[in-house]
């Protein structure tokens, strides 16, 4: 899995000692925190990440939570605390990917190859062609409807392919290859088309950035789309596209 941090989405979280928890807003998920660590502080976070379109929300403001509690953490046990949080104690599904990404920060390579460890490469994010991320809130779907089924072909063994996609497309951005990385994400989505059913919605968005001239894919489970552009000048025609269709758009990286 190849995966990008977007500094314009985020969680951010604050906490001072307390004799008993209190969280502002309340969530459920940031008590889950919290009582994983013991902790009794005064809790106040806030997060400007798009609910339930597969851009990692639910972790990002399990990974800020975290980080405010304890800022010894390091990624490795950052990243294994919020997935446990996440998959243990409240019974989210998904995957590790974004727990993993977000702990680390950055663009990064994992290999979940190892059900007991993941291996994770830091890449420089210059290496990235221009990239569009687009969602449609109305089109939102939660990630656990997808991961569902995708956990079962993992376990079937149907996922090496991808593996060896991301891989694929790790090698293009080290050589300067940005059309074996384009690519390499337009493979990626043919594959999920043989996977699992997609939303109409979903694939709207996919068709709309081809028609574009762009390469795309889903940048998660529930329905964000990132698509992949020649240079600045075709980034924004895509963007112009994307727009057209009702979407949200940004430009990454930053």
Avoid at 83 to 99: S, T, V, W
Avoid at 118 to 123: A, I, K, T, Y
Avoid at 223 to 229: K, N, P, S, T, Y
Wanted: contains cysteine; charged residues 25%.
């Amino acid at each position: 899995m190849l995966a990008l941090t977007l500094p314009e989405l985020g969680a951010q979280a604050r906490a001072a000692p307390a004799e008993r928890l209190s969280v502002a807003p309340d969530s459920e998920l940031v008590r889950a925190v919290a009582a994983r660590l013991g902790a009794t502080a005064t809790i106040e976070w806030s997060t400007n990440v798009p609910t339930s379109v597969g851009l990692g929300g639910s972790s990002a403001i399990a990974i800020a939570v975290l980080r405010a509690l304890d800022q010894r953490l390091h990624p490795v046990e950052l990243a294994r605390t919020a997935l446990a949080i996440e998959r243990q104690d409240l019974g989210i599904p998904g995957g590790r990917q974004d727990q993993v990404v977000q702990a680390h920060g950055g663009l990064v390579l994992m290999d979940f190859s190892d059900e007991r460890d993941v291996r994770v490469e830091r890449l420089d994010p210059g290496l990235l062609p221009p990239l569009v991320v687009a969602w449609r809130e109305r089109a939102s779907e939660h990630s656990g409807i997808a991961h569902a089924d995708l956990r079962r072909r993992y376990a079937h063994g149907d996922m090496p392919a991808l593996a060896e996609l991301a891989r694929q497309a790790a090698r293009a951005l080290r050589e300067g290859d940005h059309t074996a990385f384009a690519d390499a994400v337009d493979q990626s989505y043919e594959h999920r088309v043989r996977m699992v059913a997609l939303q109409p919605g979903h694939v709207e968005m996919i068709e709309t950035a081809r028609a574009a001239g762009a390469a795309a894919n889903y940048s998660g489970s529930g329905g964000a789309i990132v698509a992949v552009c020649r240079d600045d000048e075709h980034r924004a025609t895509v963007r112009a596209a994307l727009e057209q269709l009702g979407c949200r758009t940004l430009s990454a990286p930053a």
